[in-house]
């Protein structure tokens, strides 16, 4: 690993790839190092890539690392199978804008991690993740109800944030409001049971108001 670092960091970046082989090949466990060196250098042979080609061979080359340190590193308590899934989405995003359901999947499974580690989801990532939902949406990529049903989904963790994270749950309520998909009876369908299982919750009712008035 200290052989793959040096490499990266002297930008010796065919040396650099011999190693991380190896290292993935013959002791993926080694070092979490290992997967940071190895991102560092694909990341940097992605912004200095002379065609398509080779940028997109470097982009399924980091994804693969991602990947690989998935197998390793699931179990680990800080930078396990959660934190693996939410840089790996992050990533998907930045470097495969295109892939539009790989993207949606990539998060979907990061958040879902997140909920089975901590019981709740980093709003940041929901954020961005419903964001990228609603631009599918006005790209006809995907219908209604499915801007509907992710809203219902995943408002519960925006719940009781900080005031740190407030602008996370506006990103994400903006989002519904402009998104077209927020019509008055589509969120009937979500919020009619809801009142009628909690008819006195105030916070409740003034949440749908304001939605159906804009």
Do not use: W
Not at 92 to 107: A, M, N, P, V, W
Not at 138 to 144: M, R
């Amino acid at each position: 690993n200290q052989f793959l670092k040096e490499s990266v960091d002297n930008k010796e970046y065919k040396a650099a790839a011999g190693y991380l082989k190896q290292l993935l090949d013959q002791a993926p466990k080694g070092a979490q190092g290992i997967y940071t060196n190895g991102i560092k250098l694909y990341k940097t042979l992605i912004s200095t890539a002379k065609t398509d080609e080779q940028r997109n061979m470097y982009i399924d080359s980091l994804m693969i690392v991602y990947d690989v340190r998935l197998q390793a590193f699931a179990d680990h308590a800080k930078y396990g199978k959660a934190y693996i899934l939410d840089r790996k989405a992050r990533e998907h995003l930045t470097y495969k804008e295109g892939d539009r359901e790989g993207i949606r999947q990539s998060f979907e499974v990061a958040i879902a991690a997140q909920v089975e580690a901590n019981g709740t989801a980093n709003p940041e990532l929901v954020a961005i993740y419903f964001k990228n939902l609603c631009d599918d949406y006005s790209n006809d990529i995907v219908d209604a109800m499915t801007i509907v049903n992710a809203y219902d989904t995943n408002a519960k963790y925006f719940e009781n944030l900080d005031a740190s994270q407030a602008e996370y749950k506006s990103q994400f309520e903006t989002c519904f409001g402009a998104s077209g998909a927020a019509s008055c009876e589509n969120l009937q369908k979500i919020f009619e049971p809801k009142i009628a299982a909690t008819p006195n919750d105030i916070a409740l009712l003034e949440h749908t108001f304001h939605l159906m008035a804009n």
